[in-house]
């Protein structure tokens, strides 16, 4: 049976809380009252959800008793996790009596003589005696001697100077601390940070935690009797459903039963940084100032309490509907009545100037009453966040760059959740719209110089003039136009390097380790995203990437020595490092800053960027000497160093392999530089073509396991992997190869599954098993149509053009067992895969190069 309707609602909520405070009273609320109290054994069912609710992310468990700290470890069992609170608040550790001072002992000593002799006063007087005080209990009294008990203490020992008195059910305690249930409660919360406490209690003496509460704290109140909670419920049975019905719904909260699915996101992007919005309206991610720095809202990834920006009518009702306006990153959440449009400002060519600025522009229009909600975080919360009011709006203050939000006509209320400010406001709509403007790298609140409604329609221009010329394929163009939109989004302008994704640890497995961060440039990805972009007419993102890739080149030691990924700046990563403070996305910890395969080996790095050169060149694009040194230099890494082993495309944390991607890929660094020897310096390059040849032969020999019947994933492995069907897709193995055909037969045996196909499936030393990877299943549409296999291809890109979330947005894998999106959101590679389908499905060449 689940508790009445409006506390139903309130657990609900709290249930959902960044972090959770539970703490309760024990006699009278975990335990029935009973005639001895050293009897009193709590209910089971509320230890076993309050141990439940101890064991999970961000939510804290204490157990806050008049009862001495001993006499509570007795009768709970010391439960791990949970906290034991004694004597209304003043022992927290054992041993506490020892601590105190000399005085109070003597007063405690007197206390104790007097109430000796009041218990005389008759049969049924029991003492407890407690580090810091006595209490009298008279629950087996006779109503005379009860009412003589209490008198003679009132009179006697409760009124010597020093001596806090307490009246509870059927017991009077006399202290010589002054404490109280309140204020250890609210020592608690400080102590763990919680923005949301729900404590219950029977007692009078928990009234002094029940007037602590506010905001979205629930109190409840055991039984009858006059209370400051705002919630009731009947007996300890209530108490232990209302405890298990919390554990059920936190519980599901944190493996993601609650959690809006990854693909449904939406972006902004003003090349600078990155903002997901959810379907409700929520900003619920940006980092800043760059798309690799640290994030100023996080709730996606540790809840309302990491940090959000959240719009939403006062009486909503369903869900509103969310889209884009046109070609471009200007974002409509619509409820009907109210709607909400949020765009990134990239107006006076911003997003491409070194030392600029983020503003994140939402307009509210409509009619109605709206509530706004601004928390952010610093540094993933990791830093107290305090606002203030000020002429226009709020500051952050103490941030390590200045940050306001422009809100004019905004009553605000700051409130304090743990360690950090939220600003809550409510508006009416009644004369316009209302227009919030969140800037980052500045503190001024004055208006912008130029008006808001030419600045929404230059931002408006830079992305739909982008889009207008691009050369879209016949199949599924508007698609394929947002996933261009989406890759160009991707670009980080002041240097040109383009992120492999949007976020960090959205998980590979819900619940799971495999998080990684993806905020950084691969060069690979990088190149591959810049190439599909190539391929529909648009050049600018190749160049501007190569002009960021001879910077790195130019900074390493040897360009044999590239790494796989640099910061969007063209730096080296630093160690990679977990955000204790964040929960992650459904529960899935640890969330990561970094990445340690920046210090690996992979030497595919090579190939897609000696291929996006080429494609550069059959494109006529103004390349230059430079570029062609950097050709030069890529043919002789691969020549230095393709005989040995590296860690490969999937960035596997073990031993170094032969990896047959890797020696493709080597083979197509030597094939294309070949050619660009050719079509571009005018000269030819034997010894390349000798390179290329020798490659192709060692993996036509070691890579082609005549056991299985296919090539495997690394010389002498019997496993098969999704990166080989490149062997086919680069040209190394013709499209009428039988070998080709065999190895995606095998492919298609082992990994494909519920329309989507996974990288492997070997034992890769991590627990728990990913999805399905959205750029394998689009290498194998196009092997299908390389060995061709055509109606087999278009059924299976049917299934994966339905991947795109409501706004047209990929993640980087996907669970059929849910149907539901994984990994980090939007994926380069998943937008580039479909782009590269989808003009093969038209009749553009399969393997392109």
Same mark, same amino acid.
């Given at each position: 049976?689940?508790?009445?309707?409006?506390?139903?609602?309130?657990?609900?909520?709290?249930a959902?809380?960044?972090?959770l405070?539970?703490?309760?009273?024990?006699?009278?609320?975990?335990?029935?009252?009973?005639?001895?109290?050293?009897?009193?054994?709590?209910?089971?069912?509320?230890m076993?959800?309050?141990?439940?609710?101890?064991s999970?992310?961000h939510?804290h468990?204490?157990?806050?008793? %008049?009862?001495? !700290?001993?006499?509570?470890?007795r009768? $709970?069992? +010391?439960?791990?996790?949970?906290? *034991?609170? =004694?004597?209304?608040?003043?022992?927290?550790e054992?041993?506490?009596?020892?601590?105190?001072?000399?005085e109070?002992?003597?007063?405690?000593a007197?206390?104790?003589?007097?109430?000796e002799?009041?218990?005389e006063?008759g049969?049924?007087?029991?003492?407890?005696?407690?580090?810091?005080g006595?209490?009298?209990h008279?629950?087996r009294?006779?109503?005379e001697n009860?009412?003589?008990?209490?008198?003679?203490?009132?009179?006697?020992?409760?009124?010597?100077?020093?001596?806090?008195v307490?009246h509870?059910?059927?017991?009077v305690?006399l202290s010589?601390?002054?404490?109280?249930k309140?204020?250890?409660?609210?020592?608690?919360?400080?102590r763990?940070?919680? %923005?949301v406490? !729900?404590?219950?209690?029977d007692?009078? $003496?928990? +009234?002094?935690a029940f007037?602590? *509460?506010g =905001?979205?704290?629930?109190?409840?109140?055991?039984?009858?009797?006059?209370?400051?909670?705002?919630?009731?419920?009947?007996?300890?049975?209530?108490v232990?459903?209302?405890?298990?019905?919390?554990?059920?719904l936190r519980?599901?909260?944190?493996?993601?039963?609650?959690?809006?699915?990854?693909e449904?996101?939406?972006l902004l992007?003003?090349?600078?940084t990155?903002?997901?919005?959810?379907?409700?309206?929520?900003?619920?991610?940006?980092?800043?100032?760059?798309?690799?720095?640290s994030?100023?809202?996080?709730?996606?990834?540790?809840?309302?309490?990491?940090?959000?920006?959240?719009?939403?009518?006062?009486?909503?009702?369903?869900?509103?509907?969310?889209s884009?306006?046109g070609?471009?990153?200007?974002?409509?959440?619509?409820?009907g009545?109210?709607?909400?449009v949020?765009?990134?400002?990239?107006?006076?060519?911003?997003?491409?100037?070194?030392a600029?600025r983020?503003?994140?522009?939402?307009?509210?229009?409509?009619?109605?009453?709206v509530?706004?909600?601004?928390?952010?975080?610093?540094?993933f919360?990791r830093?107290?966040t305090?606002l203030?009011h000020?002429?226009?709006g709020l500051?952050?203050?103490?941030?390590?760059?200045?940050?306001?939000?422009?809100?004019?006509?905004?009553?605000?209320?700051?409130?304090?959740?743990?360690?950090?400010?939220?600003?809550?406001?409510?508006?009416?709509?009644?004369?316009?719209?209302?227009?919030?403007?969140?800037?980052?790298?500045?503190?001024?609140?004055?208006?912008?110089v130029?008006?808001?409604?030419?600045?929404?329609?230059?931002?408006?221009a830079?992305?739909?003039s982008?889009a207008?010329?691009?050369r879209?394929?016949?199949?599924?163009?508007?698609?394929?136009?947002?996933?261009?939109?989406a890759?160009?989004a991707?670009?980080?302008?002041?240097?040109?390097?383009?992120a492999a994704?949007?976020?960090?640890?959205?998980?590979?497995?819900?619940?799971?380790?495999?998080?990684?961060?993806y905020?950084?440039?691969?060069p690979?990805?990088a190149?591959?995203a810049?190439?599909?972009l190539v391929?529909?007419g648009s050049?600018s993102?190749g160049m501007?990437?190569l002009?960021?890739?001879?910077?790195?080149?130019?900074?390493e030691?040897s360009?044999d020595?590239?790494?796989?990924?640099?910061t969007v700046t063209?730096?080296?990563?630093?160690?990679?490092?977990?955000?204790?403070?964040?929960?992650?996305?459904?529960?899935?910890?640890?969330?990561?800053?970094?990445?340690?395969?920046?210090?690996?080996?992979?030497?595919?790095?090579?190939?897609p960027?000696v291929?996006?050169?080429?494609?550069?060149?059959?494109?006529?694009?103004?390349?230059?000497?430079?570029?062609?040194?950097?050709?030069?230099?890529?043919?002789?890494?691969?020549?230095?160093?393709?005989r040995?082993?590296?860690?490969?495309?999937?960035?596997?944390?073990?031993?170094?392999?032969?990896?047959?991607?890797?020696?493709?890929?080597?083979?197509?660094?030597?094939?294309?530089?070949?050619?660009?020897?050719?079509?571009?310096?005018?000269?030819?390059?034997?010894e390349w073509?000798?390179?290329?040849?020798?490659?192709?032969?060692?993996?036509?020999?070691?890579g082609w396991d005549?056991?299985?019947?296919?090539?495997?994933?690394?010389?002498?492995g019997?496993e098969p992997?999704?990166?080989?069907?490149?062997?086919?897709?680069?040209?190394?193995?013709?499209?009428?190869?039988p070998?080709?055909s065999?190895?995606?037969?095998?492919?298609?045996?082992?990994?494909?599954c519920?329309g989507?196909?996974?990288?492997?499936?070997?034992?890769?030393?991590?627990?728990?098993?990913?999805?399905?990877?959205?750029?394998?299943?689009?290498w194998?549409?196009?092997?299908?149509?390389?060995?061709?296999r055509?109606?087999?291809?278009?059924?299976?890109?049917?299934?994966?053009?339905?991947?795109?979330?409501?706004?047209?947005?990929?993640?980087?894998?996907?669970?059929p067992?849910?149907?539901?999106?994984l990994?980090?959101?939007?994926?380069?590679?998943?937008?580039?895969?479909?782009?590269?389908?989808?003009?093969?499905?038209?009749?553009?060449s399969v393997?392109?190069?």
């Amino acid at each position: 049976m689940s508790p009445r309707p409006e506390l139903e609602r309130r657990i609900e909520a709290a249930a959902r809380a960044g972090t959770l405070l539970v703490a309760s009273d024990y006699d009278g609320t975990l335990s029935a009252i009973v005639e001895n109290p050293a009897e009193a054994a709590p209910v089971r069912e509320s230890m076993v959800a309050l141990r439940a609710l101890a064991s999970m992310p961000h939510t804290h468990v204490a157990i806050i008793s %008049g009862r001495s !700290l001993a006499d509570l470890a007795r009768l $709970t069992g +010391e439960p791990d996790g949970i906290l *034991l609170v =004694g004597s209304h608040g003043s022992e927290f550790e054992p041993g506490f009596a020892r601590s105190l001072p000399e005085e109070s002992r003597r007063l405690r000593a007197r206390v104790a003589s007097e109430l000796e002799k009041i218990a005389e006063v008759g049969p049924g007087l029991e003492l407890e005696h407690k580090p810091a005080g006595v209490a009298l209990h008279y629950r087996r009294a006779s109503r005379e001697n009860a009412a003589r008990a209490r008198e003679l203490v009132e009179g006697g020992p409760g009124a010597l100077a020093g001596v806090s008195v307490k009246h509870g059910k059927e017991v009077v305690e006399l202290s010589v601390v002054e404490t109280s249930k309140g204020a250890a409660l609210g020592a608690i919360r400080q102590r763990v940070g919680a %923005g949301v406490v !729900l404590f219950v209690g029977d007692d009078v $003496t928990d +009234e002094d935690a029940f007037v602590t *509460l506010g =905001g979205p704290d629930i109190g409840i109140k055991v039984g009858p009797g006059e209370t400051a909670a705002r919630l009731r419920i009947d007996d300890v049975d209530a108490v232990a459903r209302t405890l298990a019905r919390l554990a059920e719904l936190r519980g599901a909260w944190a493996r993601g039963a609650e959690a809006t699915p990854i693909e449904d996101h939406a972006l902004l992007s003003d090349q600078r940084t990155i903002g997901l919005i959810s379907p409700g309206g929520r900003l619920v991610w940006m980092c800043l100032p760059r798309i690799d720095s640290s994030a100023v809202f996080a709730e996606l990834l540790g809840g309302p309490g990491a940090g959000h920006f959240s719009i939403e009518p006062v009486d909503a009702k369903g869900e509103p509907s969310q889209s884009y306006l046109g070609d471009t990153f200007h974002l409509c959440t619509d409820w009907g009545g109210i709607k909400v449009v949020d765009y990134l400002d990239c107006s006076g060519g911003r997003s491409i100037q070194r030392a600029g600025r983020t503003d994140l522009v939402r307009t509210i229009e409509g009619r109605g009453r709206v509530r706004i909600e601004f928390a952010p975080r610093l540094d993933f919360g990791r830093v107290p966040t305090r606002l203030a009011h000020k002429d226009g709006g709020l500051i952050i203050d103490d941030s390590f760059d200045p940050a306001v939000l422009r809100s004019p006509g905004v009553e605000w209320t700051i409130v304090r959740e743990g360690d950090h400010d939220t600003a809550r406001g409510e508006v009416t709509l009644d004369d316009g719209p209302v227009r919030l403007v969140f800037r980052y790298g500045t503190g001024a609140l004055s208006p912008a110089v130029v008006e808001e409604r030419v600045r929404s329609e230059q931002t408006a221009a830079m992305w739909s003039s982008w889009a207008a010329p691009l050369r879209l394929p016949s199949v599924r163009p508007e698609l394929v136009k947002r996933s261009a939109l989406a890759l160009k989004a991707l670009c980080y302008g002041p240097s040109g390097a383009i992120a492999a994704a949007a976020t960090t640890s959205l998980p590979e497995c819900v619940g799971g380790v495999r998080n990684w961060d993806y905020r950084y440039c691969w060069p690979r990805d990088a190149a591959m995203a810049a190439m599909a972009l190539v391929r529909l007419g648009s050049l600018s993102e190749g160049m501007a990437l190569l002009d960021w890739l001879l910077g790195v080149v130019e900074r390493e030691p040897s360009p044999d020595r590239l790494a796989p990924l640099y910061t969007v700046t063209g730096s080296h990563l630093g160690a990679e490092a977990e955000i204790s403070e964040l929960s992650g996305y459904a529960g899935s910890r640890p969330v990561r800053v970094g990445n340690a395969a920046s210090r690996q080996l992979q030497l595919d790095v090579f190939g897609p960027v000696v291929e996006l050169i080429h494609e550069l060149v059959v494109w006529g694009a103004p390349l230059s000497a430079e570029h062609w040194r950097l050709v030069q230099a890529m043919v002789e890494a691969v020549r230095a160093r393709w005989r040995e082993p590296d860690h490969g495309i999937w960035e596997i944390r073990a031993e170094k392999r032969h990896h047959v991607h890797s020696k493709v890929m080597c083979w197509q660094t030597a094939k294309l530089g070949a050619r660009i020897a050719e079509q571009f310096a005018g000269v030819e390059r034997p010894e390349w073509a000798a390179l290329r040849d020798e490659i192709a032969a060692d993996v036509l020999e070691h890579g082609w396991d005549p056991e299985h019947g296919a090539f495997t994933g690394y010389y002498g492995g019997a496993e098969p992997d999704a990166a080989v069907l490149q062997v086919g897709l680069c040209g190394l193995v013709p499209g009428d190869d039988p070998r080709l055909s065999a190895t995606v037969e095998a492919v298609e045996k082992s990994l494909l599954c519920g329309g989507t196909v996974w990288r492997y499936k070997t034992d890769d030393g991590l627990p728990g098993s990913e999805g399905g990877f959205n750029l394998c299943t689009s290498w194998l549409i196009r092997s299908y149509l390389l060995v061709g296999r055509r109606a087999d291809a278009e059924a299976l890109f049917e299934k994966y053009a339905t991947l795109a979330g409501k706004t047209g947005l990929i993640p980087e894998e996907f669970d059929p067992a849910t149907g539901r999106g994984l990994g980090n959101h939007p994926q380069a590679y998943s937008h580039l895969g479909l782009i590269q389908c989808a003009r093969a499905l038209s009749g553009g060449s399969v393997h392109e190069a």
